[in-house]
C-alpha cells in the first residue's frame, strides 16, 4: 500500500463570524479574523490517496483522472471565492479552515471513487494547517 | 554598503474592479479577480533597508524599530483588511499587488528614517511578486 | 476529529557533549557538534493538537491561547537560550533534538489541557526533524 | 519511542514506458511522461527512522552511519542516473515514483539494521510525493 | 517602474557532453552529469518584466497573456523534453543551464512585446540558479 | 553575462556583545541576542560569481572548484563554530551576520580567482537576510 500526496492551491477570502454568537461574542472569539470585510489566504490543499501502483502503469492513480475531479468539485468552488456565501458548503457554519477541511473531505471521499481519498491536509498559511481523515480516520 | 532583508506576513482581502471601467469590462480585464465577494492572499511583505554597520554595535539598523514602524505603519493597516476598504491608500485605484507594493514603499520611505528604504518586494501568491525601488530606482 | 498543526520558530545553541562519555569518545560519537564553543540552529517547533470543531465558532482550539501557553513554556525557555545550561530540562542528558523534543511534548502534553497535544515535531536543521508523540503514541 | 527523518537529494531521468503495452497505450496512459527521450525530477528522499534516545548519548542513530548507507545504497544508484536502464531495480516495471520509492525502502529495511526504518517519503517534484512503510505499514 | 517575477515549473532531462571535447575530456570536465543516460531536473523559471502599472487597471501587464507566452514558446518546447535533442536552441552548444538560460531568456525578450522582459532566473536545483538580463543587462 | 548562484549551510553560534559598550548598554542595544550564553542559527550562504558560459563546455565556472574553495576557505572555518572565539574574523568587532557577511565577501572576492564574486547573501533566519556586494558593488 503507498500513498500518494497531491499538492493544489486556490486563494479564497472569508470572515469569521457565527449567527450564534453575539456581535461582541464574535469579536472576543474570532478577534480581528472578525473584521468586517473579511480576509483571505493562499490557502494549499493536499489530497492523499492510497492503492497498489498497478502491475502495468505502476501508478497508483491517473494523476489527470484525480487533477480533473478536484478541480471541478473542489478549485472551481472555492478558488477566488468569498467563503461565506458557500451556503451549500457551509449553511450556518463557520468558514474556518476547519470546515473548509472537512467539507473537502467529504466532497472528495464521495465523488472520487478510482482508489480511496485517505486524507486532506489544508494549509491556511505558512504557520497553520490542519488534517482530516475521516471520523473513522487514524490519527496522522 | 550592506543590503539588510526583513521578511513579515499578512494576509487581506481585495477584489479588482475598476470604476472606470465597465461591468463587462472589469470581467474581461480581471477575470476570476473581479468575483463580487472578492477573495484574498497570505502577503509575503520583504523591507530592504541599506547602511554601513555601526562600528560599535555591527549592526545596520535596530531591528525592533524596524519592525515597530512596519508593524504600526503596514501590518496594522493591511493585516485582516478588505483592501478595497482603503480609501486613503487607493481612493479610485485598484488594489492590485503593483499598487499596494508602491502604496507600502513610500509610506516607509517617507516614515522610516534611521536607514534608506531601499526596496519593497511583495509575494501575492507562490508564484507572484512585485518589487518597487522608488521611481529614482534602480533596476532589481 | 480534525488535527491542527501551529508552527512556531526559535534560535538557540547547544554542545553535544555527554558526562558519562570521555573526551576521546565524546569527539569519536559527535564529531564536530562536540565542538568547545557549542553551535546552533533555528529550530521550527510544529504542535499538534486535535479535537471536533466547536459546533458554534467552527474552531478546534483558541490559537491565541496556545499561541500564548507555547510562548510561555516553550519559547521564553529556549529561544536565544544555551541548552546545556538548562538543568531542568536537560540534569545529565545530552540536550540533543531529540531529548529537546520530548521535552517539549511533556511541557505541553502536561500544561495545555483545553485540547490534547497530540504530536511534537522538531525540525533541527532542513535536512533533520524528530517526531515524539509520547509513549502510547501512535506511528506518525 | 522518536521518529527522525533526515532528507537527501537526488536527480535521475526516467520514461514512462510499459512493456505490457502498446505504443498506443503507452501515450495514452502516460502522457508526455512517455517522450522518447524521457525527462526528470530533483527527487527529495526522506528516510525516517524510530528508536528511544540511547541514554548516554541522546541520539536514536549515528546519522553519519546512517548518511553512509544511504549515500552507497541509494544516492550513488540512482543519483545522475537513467532509471530505466537500471535492470536490478525495475526489471520490466515501470520505474514511476511508486516503484522507486518502494524499492528504495526495500533496499533500506533490509540492509540497515541498526534501527528500524519506518517510512520512506520520496518528492517527484513540489506537487506530487510518495510514502510507502511496508506492506505490513501503518497509514501515514 | 515596478517589477513583476511571474514563476513557471518544469522537468526536462539532459546529457552535459561536448562534442569539442574528447570522452575522456568530457568526463574529467562534467563528471557524473555526462552519465550516459543524461539525467534530469524539476526546472524552476523566474521571467520578470518591468513597467508602470496601467492608470485604470492598476497592472503592470495582464498575466494570461504572458502565461500563455510563455506557455507556448518555453514550457511546451522543454517541459518532459531530453534538452540535447532540440538541435534549434542548442545547436552544439552544451545544454547546460547556463545555455538554456539564455535561450529562454531571447526568445522572451524577442517574442514577447507587451512589455519588456527584464531577467530570467533559472533554477536547476535547490542549490543552484542561473540569471540573464541580456548583453545590455545590469548585475543582479 | 551570466549570474551563477550556489547555495550552501552552515551552523554556527554567536553572542552579541560589544566590548565597547557597557553591560547595561549591551542588553539595551542586543536585547536577548545578548544573553550569556550565546545562541545559535541555521545560516544559508549564496555565493553569486558571474562570467559568460565557456563556449566548449557551456558552464560559466567549475562548480567542483567553487565548492572546495568555499568548503575549506568559510565552511570550514564557520560551521558548527562559535564565531565570537573567531579573533581572526572578529577581532574586536561583534560577530553580527552584518559583518559575517561582509568577511565571507572578502575571503571569496581576495581568494577565489575563476570568476569574479559578485555578490554575498546570508540568510540568518528565515525572517532576516544581508547582501553584499564590495564597497564598489551595486545595489541589489
Not at 17 to 26: F, K
Not at 69 to 95: C, I, M, Q, T, W
Request: aromatic letters at 10%.
Amino acid at each position: 500500500m503507498i500513498y500518494l500526496t497531491r499538492r493544489y492551491r486556490f486563494s479564497a477570502s472569508h470572515r469569521l463570524h457565527s449567527p450564534r454568537l453575539s456581535e461582541e461574542e464574535n469579536q472576543r472569539v474570532f478577534g480581528k479574523c472578525n473584521n468586517p470585510g473579511g480576509h483571505g489566504h493562499n490557502y494549499v490543499l493536499e489530497v492523499t490517496v492510497n492503492g497498489k501502483p498497478d502491475p502495468k502503469t505502476g501508478m497508483v492513480v491517473d494523476l489527470a483522472q484525480l487533477d480533473r475531479f478536484v478541480g471541478e468539485e473542489v478549485l472551481e468552488r472555492f478558488d477566488h471565492a468569498y467563503l461565506n456565501a458557500d451556503a451549500e458548503s457551509f449553511g450556518d457554519k463557520v468558514p474556518t479552515t476547519e470546515n473548509l477541511c472537512i467539507d473537502i473531505f467529504h466532497r472528495l471521499r464521495a465523488g472520487f471513487v478510482a482508489v480511496p481519498v485517505a486524507r486532506v491536509r489544508l494549509e491556511e498559511t505558512s504557520l497553520n494547517s490542519f488534517e482530516y481523515r475521516g471520523e473513522e480516520g487514524r490519527t496522522p
